[in-house]
């Protein structure tokens, strides 16, 4: 157990709207990460941080923004959320070179 | 650019078969690999790495991998499988030695156990 968790575990939305998904980590880890896990794609990297205030994109950026003001939590937003963002959003720490997964949360954009 | 393949999408097997699934990669440099198995509505969680040293390496629940790095492959392998077994299985690629290492994903496989 990383000490990861995430919140909400569950969202309906509607487009258009903001959504903000936290994850908070218990163990002081410097890099976290968000992916999104969608049928046929397994997970792509959304954007990741190495520090607070330290954070960089990943494959599948766009639509999506990031802030860590705390070393525990790594906030991930979606400014307006649209139908092609419903997904599995799994947030995620690396402890000696291995990612360690949160229980994710689910993301429905109606 | 790093890349992950999982060959086989689905696959069936009864309790009690071996089980190989199939994990080729493309990366530059000395890879970082990885198996991780996620049950139903469940998280991912680590069944075993490759970072250097012996090629074949044991992991959790029985699972053992191979990496050959002629053939760019990193193999999941059982000899027995039970039917808690069944879940999605997912193969991964990192750098090493980057500092914040992004993940490449395959597509995973979906074992399915037959009683």
């Known amino acids: 157990d990383a000490g990861i968790t995430q919140s909400p575990r569950h969202k309906v939305t509607e487009t258009g709207t903001p959504v903000t998904l936290r994850c908070h980590q218990t163990e002081n880890h410097r890099y976290m990460y968000w992916y999104r896990q969608d049928p046929g794609h397994g997970l792509r990297l959304i954007h990741y941080s190495y520090g607070v205030k330290d954070t960089d994109k990943g494959e599948v950026s766009d639509g999506y923004s990031v802030s860590r003001s705390k070393t525990e939590d790594f906030l991930l937003t979606l400014e307006s959320a649209t139908s092609s963002q419903t997904s599995v959003y799994f947030c995620a720490i690396s402890e000696m070179d291995t990612q360690y997964f949160g229980p994710g949360t689910r993301l429905t954009v109606l | 650019a790093q890349s992950v393949t999982q060959p086989d999408i689905h696959i069936t097997v009864s309790e009690g078969a071996s089980l190989e699934l199939r994990c080729n990669y493309s990366y530059g440099a000395t890879p970082y690999l990885f198996w991780y198995v996620q049950s139903p509505g469940q998280g991912l969680q680590l069944l075993l790495k490759y970072f250097s040293g012996d090629t074949l390496v044991q992991g959790i629940k029985g699972f053992e991998a191979e990496f050959k790095r002629s053939q760019s492959s990193f193999n999941l392998r059982k000899p027995s499988v039970h039917w808690s077994d069944a879940a999605e299985y997912f193969c991964?690629?990192?750098?090493?030695?980057?500092?914040?290492?992004?993940?490449?994903f395959g597509q995973g496989t979906r074992l399915t156990i037959n009683p």
């Open positions: 991964a690629v990192g750098g090493g030695n980057q500092g914040a290492q992004k993940l490449v």
